[in-house]
């Protein structure tokens, strides 16, 4: 009858939840690597926590302003209709410009950041902002300059120690960090020792610009959120206050650059034109004083006041037209490089200023965002064609214009014409004067009209004001945004639940020996007779020892066990082998054979390894005959029979002298003459054999055993030995052959099940004790007594 056959449908049902809880059940045996685990790291934990300066987060709201669309309709379209420009792609330009390096190295530079303070009192490192006693300055850098780290305290406002070394502070020092300059600030504890570092510039850019974040509101709105992480509060409010200060006045100054280009034209053309009026004017006196001419006719007076006025439109339209042809030369230029714009002085045309105007903007923000990003950046391009789609538009209002200016002077000119006819019928003396004074009004009206715009020019660049507005300068959070204590403890929490789950995990799947049931299981069909725990306890015969034993408890399911695979009462030869050495065949065999002979049965067992026998030494019984000499014929049945001195009907036939050929001896014919004898006087009997996988004595012994029963030993025996078993199962090579899963670590969270493979659910709890460890010696001594008086 086959157990597992029998139960294999309840047991593949089971066997999931089984493993499962096994798997939960080997985790919770090894609770103290999780405790061991748990306090290292959260120590860890906490040294990190005590170790980490906190960090503050420091926040500034910025909005940058609508560009204002002023001019005509027709202005509006056009820009719409070229897709030149969209509000989300001003914001991402603006963030790039805040986070630019230029932009960040003018705002460290000015808060002298490249040098860095720190309290030498304390566990944590802390560092200070403006309440040190001093100032380092570092003049000339050498290779260690930003790995070194000088100890400075002031002694008096001129001397100083500087690593334990006087110095004079009045003149720079020659330190190993390089030339410094030490300035008292007045500021703090005077005689207070801080440790100094340096920064190297790069590093800082880098540090920040990966600590600057820079969102929007939202996608709709142009409000930035510009916030930074510091470990000093007051540090970072001054720099994100500095900050935009520097974003600003970048901005404004590239917004002034066109109108001062404007203005320097002026002040150049006014210089030239003062010295012409002055010669003007020196013409008209010496022409007067030469002719003796105090005044001209009132008629001639009021002609030369509509020649004037006429001369003075064909002046500024000549002006507008010079302007636009160096605006045409400017644009035709095959330059991709953004340059200046020439002034627009003159020109009253919306449309044309409104271009020229985005023109100038596009290639002031190109520029700006070429200081951050390469030329072939999708931005850098975008800015590119809005460039040349503008130069185009503004070639074609260009030429419109230019044609209008050009029908205006010709009907000044013909104007003019018209005048110097008229101009001839005056006498002579007076068409003279009239001829002077022309030129000197012409000069005139032009200096004053530059005058004008001079003023003007100069108004709009001292009211010109930045394209962004601080809506909320910088401020601190209330508490430190790093580290967060409790997300710290939790992850390292996590982390000593993980670790030691993995540990365990690996464990288990690089393990190559048997551990559990189901590893059997899994390679081969041959049943399970029983499984037999561990014990700590010394000795041979545990069953006689110690009979309330866990182990003893196991062996006699064992024994139980027997009768489903040896019904018969003829079948009386055992056979015990196994894979490898040191599974325990000995063990189990020589326990069996205790626990049938407590049950009345008479047994006895052959020590059949003859290479290495070891039940002899385990019992202390002499040695010198043996079976090896009953196999050569030397001795009788009588003399190799031996009683195991601690348990009644049981006894041992030892290996006798060990023998150069084990192997032929086994097989010339003298084995089954023996156990033709040992029938007739045994109820039962044991061959302990040595292991299958290393000799051929078992293989040769299974021809004369009923039933055979292979050590499998927990957490020893490899993985692959049960393909040996499955191999002898399905050849047949082993009668009845059987498992048992021998010293079954109960510690390590294995269960036990016995039998049919349902296992005893409750236990041994309660019905079984160790002998050992419950009793106390003078109890042992005690019922020792009672036994010899009895």
Partial sequence: MNINEETSGSAEQDNYDVSLLEILINYFRQWKWYVASAIFFMSLAYLYVKVTPPQYLIETDLLIKEKNKSGLAGQNDLLKSLDLFSSDKIIDNEIEVLKSNTILEKTIRSLRLQTSYFSTNGFRKGELYNTMPFEVELLKPITDSYTATLLIQLLSSKEALVNNTK????????????????????????????????????????????????????????????????????????????????????????????????????????????????????????????????????????????????????????????????????????NSEPSVLPSMLGIDDPTLLGLVSQLGQVQLKKLSLLKTVPESNPLVTSYSDQIDALKEAILISEKNLKGGLETTKQLLQSKNNQSQSIIKQVPLKERGLLDVMRQQDIKNALFTYLLQKREETAIQLASDVADSRIIDYAKSSRFPVKPVRKTIYLIFILIALIIPTIVIFLRGVLNYKIRRRSDIERYTKTPILSEISFSKDAGSLLVSKFPRSLVAEQIRVLRTNLQFVIPKEDEKVLLFTSGISGEGKSFVSLNLGASLAIAGKKVVILELDLRKPKLHSGLEIDNEIGLSNFLIGKAEYKDILKRVPVQENYYIITSGPIPPNPAEL?????????????????????LDAPPVGLVTDAQILAAYADVTLFIVRHNYTPKNNI????????????????????????????????????????????????????????????????????
Avoid: C, W
Avoid at 189 to 212: A, H, M, P, S
Avoid at 668 to 682: S, T
Avoid at 724 to 748: E, W
């Fill in 723 to 790: 393909n040996l078993i499955d191999g002898f199962y399905k050849n047949k090579k082993l009668k009845n052959l059987n498992i048992v899963l021998n010293s079954v670590d109960l510690q390590m969270g294995y269960g036990v099940s016995y039998g049919y493979g349902y296992g005893y659910g409750y236990g041994y709890g309660g019905y079984y004790q160790e002998d050992t460890k419950k009793e106390s010696s003078i109890i042992s001594k005690l019922r020792y007594k009672k036994k010899n008086k009895s």
């Fill in 666 to 686: 086994l097989t010339n014919g003298r084995i089954p003459v023996l156990l033709e004898y040992l029938k007739q006087h045994f109820d039962y009997i044991i």
């Fill in 167 to 334: 110095v004079d502070i009045t003149s720079p020092v020659q330190t190993n960090a390089g030339l410094i300059l030490i300035r008292p600030t007045g500021n703090g504890e005077f005689k207070r020792l801080l440790k100094v570092e340096f920064n190297d510039i790069d590093d800082l850019l880098l540090r920040y610009n990966e600590n600057l974040k820079i969102v929007p509101v939202s996608k709709q709105g142009t409000v930035l959120i510009v916030t930074i992480e510091d470990a000093v509060p007051e540090r970072g409010m001054d720099f994100l206050n500095r900050l935009v200060q520097e974003y600003n006045n970048a901005a404004l100054a590239d917004k002034n650059q066109e109108t001062s280009q404007t203005l320097s034209f002026i002040e150049d053309r006014l210089r030239g034109l003062a010295d012409e009026l002055r010669s003007a004017e020196k013409s008209v006196e010496q022409y007067k004083s030469s002719n003796q001419i105090t005044d001209i006719s009132a008629q001639s007076q009021i002609f030369l006041q509509s020649v004037q006025d006429n001369d003075a439109e064909l002046s500024k339209v000549q002006i507008q037209l010079n302007v636009l042809k160096n605006l045409e030369d400017y644009l035709r230029k095959n």
